[in-house]
């Protein structure tokens, strides 16, 4: 991937969750509620407890890990829940919704990607001797 395309990605993606993130604790963006029942039952408990505070500060706290090359492994790890969530959420109830949460998993799919190596070294299984096994 080439290395412009990865970091406006990568920008783009922060960008859009410093914005989302933010929004969950100062109520700047007035944004529709969805049409199914369930998911209108879902969003207002969630909005009625700290849950909602808790996903804006992971947001947040994971767009600005994302921005410096020494966090950015942390800060996709920390979006995973958030991505699964959302998808979930739409697949589940709005689908297909406002069409952003298809652009967004795109996107992380793509910072994902872009953090391939980082990915390697985490579900890396190492042969174990039996040598060393032994006591």
């Known amino acids: 991937m080439n290395k412009f395309i990865k970091l406006t990605v990568i920008y783009l993606f922060s960008f859009l969750f410093i914005i989302f993130g933010s929004n969950k604790f100062l109520g700047f963006l007035n944004l529709p509620l969805p049409d199914d029942p369930s ?32 966090t950015r492994f942390i800060g996709v790890l920390m979006f995973v829940p958030v991505i699964i969530n959302i998808l979930v959420f739409h697949l589940a ?3 297909p919704g406002n069409g952003l949460w298809i652009f967004v998993s795109v996107l992380f799919l793509s910072v994902c990607y872009s953090q391939k190596d980082g990915f390697k070294a985490l579900f890396k299984i190492q042969d174990i001797k039996k040598s060393e096994l032994s006591v």
Not at 55 to 66: K, N, R, S
Request: hydrophobic share 55%.
């Open 39 to 70: 998911a209108k039952t879902f969003l207002i408990t969630m909005f009625s407890t700290y849950l909602v505070k808790l996903v804006g500060f992971t947001q947040v706290a994971g767009a600005i890990l994302l921005l410096f090359y020494k």
């Open 93 to 95: 109830h709005d689908n």
